[in-house]
């Protein structure tokens, strides 16, 4: 392996789970690199300003700061697996901390620390690849959502021959969840969402996953 690739695979490991400089050097890129992605994905929710909302790896904490920007009266929570990123992610949002808005913490998605049904919405961006157990830990997803509530997963690296290409070097580089829109479909209905949405962005290769927590009118 060359030095160049080498350093690649580095970069890609820190993606999976940040830590020291270089971590930190690759939340700040994530913040600006996901930019489009982020908002491109956040345009399929319909938010209320009421919105108590979960940002599960939240690396950088881009997407937390516009989620609380959406939910002005609600109040928005990121997890991460990584302290580096925890750590980031706070100074990103330091103003909606203070104000009691925000409330970023270290955990992981396979046991998220919250109890049955406190959410409105929960996010994961670029995130899933990595999640320990994908169909297990939609299921404790579903847990934490209210009924009716809404989960959101966005993803720039998926199963699509169009991109399969550039998708290949990353899967090269670091293992990681490499999922169909059809398979992310099953998957989330395996978990018990339902009225699931799938969009893709078919120039830029983007997927953005929809689904919703029933109800006990739908149970």
Not at 10 to 16: D, T
Not at 45 to 71: E, M, N, Y
Not at 84 to 100: E, L, P, Y
Not at 139 to 149: A, F, N, S
Request: charged share 25%.
């Amino acid at each position: 392996m060359g030095i160049r690739n080498a350093f690649k695979q580095l970069l890609m490991q820190q993606c999976r789970r940040p830590s020291g400089w270089l971590g930190e050097y690759i939340t700040f890129k994530m913040n600006r690199r996901h930019t489009q992605l982020t908002v491109w994905g956040l345009s399929h929710l319909s938010p209320k300003k009421d919105w108590t909302a979960l940002d599960i790896g939240c690396g950088g904490g881009k997407t937390v700061f516009r989620l609380a920007a959406l939910a002005t009266d609600g109040h928005v929570f990121g997890i991460d697996a990584s302290a580096k990123s925890v750590a980031v992610s706070r100074r990103t949002n330091r103003k909606a901390i203070r104000d009691g808005q925000v409330r970023i913490s270290q955990a992981s998605v396979s046991h998220l620390p919250f109890r049955d049904g406190i959410f409105d919405c929960v996010t994961a961006v670029e995130t899933h690849y990595f999640w320990p157990d994908f169909a297990a830990d939609l299921r404790e997803v579903r847990r934490v959502l209210k009924p009716h509530g809404t989960f959101l997963l966005i993803a720039e690296v998926y199963r699509c021959e169009k991109f399969d290409a550039r998708n290949q070097q990353w899967l090269r580089m670091l293992p990681m969840g490499y999922y169909s829109p059809a398979e992310c479909n099953d998957f989330l209905t395996q978990a018990g969402f339902t009225d699931i949405g799938i969009d893709e962005e078919s120039d830029e290769g983007w997927l953005c996953c929809v689904g919703h927590n029933p109800g006990p009118d739908e149970a």
